[in-house]
């Protein structure tokens, strides 16, 4: 049996979320310190790709990255890549879909963390940097740690942009959630059975996860 | 010494306060709301002030019009927030650690303030495994082992139960009587106030009254506002006449020849029998009858008035032994002449 498509999704996926986990991080620590127009403005732009079909995030993907769009045609002249048609192009449909859960669920970490601690570490003259890494994120890790199994869980069954950037091509850009409808097409009826109780077995893990990180430790 | 002249508008008020505070502890004491806390903030550097200047030992933290405004991590200020804000995800021995600024033996340099301050037995627990006693021990001691130049306590019991708090009072006032820099000490007991400081600003609205050493202020405050900090529970509106100043809400004409009186005020436990004061004294004296009568923990509290009438009633407190020696009550009460406070 030919589990390509489980490592490739594996590979996509854990490549997208830890890129989408540092940005959203960062994206949601940025917001916070932001004049109150900009926060809303941004806040919209963030989070937008949580309600669009996946199938409009690929079509944008396509029209700026292609080799016959702008900057696809740059990068193929300058560097000799195409992404288009390839893994990496499901890296970024990725990126982009799993981006929101891990920026709001930080957000709200972040401000539903006591500021005074901030300030606290502040006047003890620890730098701002001290204080996001050793304060803000540890206090916070919970949150942002269910908000990254929800991303993961989101990305690696990620089929609408993954299938437009990269279509289904055997042993180069399947993944685990194209495979179940490209054998289902090809009428392999079997095969397509077999990748949905993979895709079952991946979401019971997921469940599970999420469930535990969401609890948070008791503290009193 | 800190010289702190700022003015900041917020939500409902403004801002605009004036102090001096050299060594020792200058206490800001006002009603919640009064913007006792916003002054630390601003003087600690996470709240900015609209324009003013603030300056500590000679060095300018704040000076709107020389655009100067030192980030908090520069103004070495030591600010025990109300609920000490300990870092909870580290131990006692780290959150100490996070105060010293020098990068050598840190560790063992906060074990000796954890000594210090009795919490060595905790280096290895987190906040939450410790009492607010011990809280309050090692917030202090992680803000002391970095040296500042200030100390500013906000509200430092409130987060405690009140069998605790006499106990860490009096440590924290043998700790302050030692600290070489000035102290702000911000609160609204006036009872922990009198105890722990050595001069009083009042605010009231965002203003700050002038610094008064704190006995001056208790014996003759000069305010409505600063009577009321001061447990002074009778303040009527009076007008001058003369010879005399008339009181109305007490159905009374004080023998006192004061001009621009607007208010006075007699606290409820200078309140005598007319029989038992020198006459000379005797600002008034009144027949009354007694409204109400309530027992509190260790004094009687009479609500009494002139006799006859329908006025507001005046608090009358005394120890509950008096009270039991007053079984017949006297005819008259008397107000004394050096017990009236003449306020605006």
Not at chain 1, 7 to 15: A, G, K
Not at chain 2, 5 to 30: P, W
Not at chain 2, 299 to 324: C, S
Request: proline letters at 5%; a positive charge.
């Amino acid at each position: 049996m030919d589990l390509f498509p489980l490592f490739n999704s594996l590979r996509i996926t854990v490549i997208a979320v830890s890129i989408a986990f540092v940005l959203g991080i960062f994206a949601a620590y940025a917001i916070l310190r932001m004049p109150q127009m900009f926060k809303s403005v941004c806040d919209t732009i963030f989070a937008i790709p949580l309600v669009l079909p996946p199938t409009v995030v690929g079509y944008f993907i396509l029209v700026s990255l292609s080799p016959s769009s702008l900057a696809g045609s740059r990068l193929l002249e300058w560097f000799d890549i195409i992404i288009t048609m390839r893994w990496q192009a499901a890296v970024i449909a990725v990126i982009i879909i799993s981006f929101p859960f891990i920026y709001r669920t930080a957000r709200g970490a972040f401000e539903g963390f006591d500021q005074n601690l901030l300030d606290a570490g502040r006047t003890l003259g620890l730098s701002e940097k001290y204080i996001f890494f050793r304060i803000l994120l540890p206090n916070c890790k919970h949150g942002i740690i269910a908000g990254t199994v929800l991303a993961f869980a989101r990305g690696i069954g990620e089929y609408g942009a993954t299938s437009m950037v990269c279509g289904y091509i055997a042993g180069r850009t399947a993944t685990v959630s194209t495979s179940v409808a490209y054998f289902w097409q090809i009428n392999q009826n079997d095969m397509a059975f077999y990748w949905t109780m993979i895709n079952l077995a991946i979401a019971f893990v997921f469940m599970v996860l999420i469930e535990i990180f969401n609890k948070p430790k008791v503290r009193v | 010494m800190l010289v702190c002249n700022i003015i900041k508008n917020l939500s409902g008020f403004a801002l605009n306060v004036d102090i001096e505070a050299k060594r020792g502890v200058t206490a800001l004491m006002g009603a919640s709301g009064s913007g006792k806390s916003m002054t630390l903030r601003c003087i600690a550097g996470i709240s900015k002030p609209d324009s003013g200047h603030i300056e500590l030992n000679g060095r300018v933290l704040f000076d709107s019009e020389k655009k100067i405004n030192l980030p908090p991590q520069k103004r070495n200020t030591g600010f025990l927030f109300q609920d000490y804000a300990l870092f909870p995800n580290m131990t006692v021995l780290q959150n100490i650690m996070t105060g010293i600024k020098n990068k050598t033996d840190r560790e063992k340099q906060a074990a000796e303030f954890a000594e210090t301050f009795h919490i060595h037995a905790h280096l290895n627990k987190y906040p939450h495994q410790l009492s607010g006693g011990e809280k309050q021990r090692c917030a202090i001691a992680r803000i002391l082992v970095g040296s500042p130049d200030i100390l500013m306590l906000d509200e430092p019991f409130a987060a405690l139960d009140s069998h605790l708090r006499s106990e860490l009072e009096m440590e924290l006032a043998t700790l302050l009587k030692s600290f070489p820099n000035p102290v702000l000490y911000v609160s609204h007991n006036r009872d922990e106030v009198y105890r722990l400081s050595d001069n009083i600003a009042v605010m009231n609205c965002g203003k700050n009254e002038p610094i008064s050493e704190k006995k001056a202020l208790f014996k003759n405050p000069a305010s409505v506002q600063a009577a009321r900090l001061t447990g002074c529970k009778n303040i009527v509106k009076a007008i001058s006449k003369g010879t005399q100043i008339s009181v109305p809400d007490w159905g009374v004409e004080l023998d006192i020849a004061q001009n621009d009186v607007q208010y006075v005020g007699i606290r409820a436990n200078y309140i005598v029998p007319a029989s038992a004061a020198n006459k000379a004294d005797i600002a008034a004296a009144f027949p009354f009858e007694i409204v109400n009568e309530i027992e509190d923990t260790f004094t009687n509290i009479l609500m009494v008035r002139k006799q006859g009438t329908n006025l507001p009633p005046i608090r009358w407190e005394m120890p509950k032994k008096d009270r039991a020696t007053l079984r017949n009550l006297p005819q008259e009460l008397a107000l004394l002449r050096e017990h009236i406070l003449f306020l605006r």
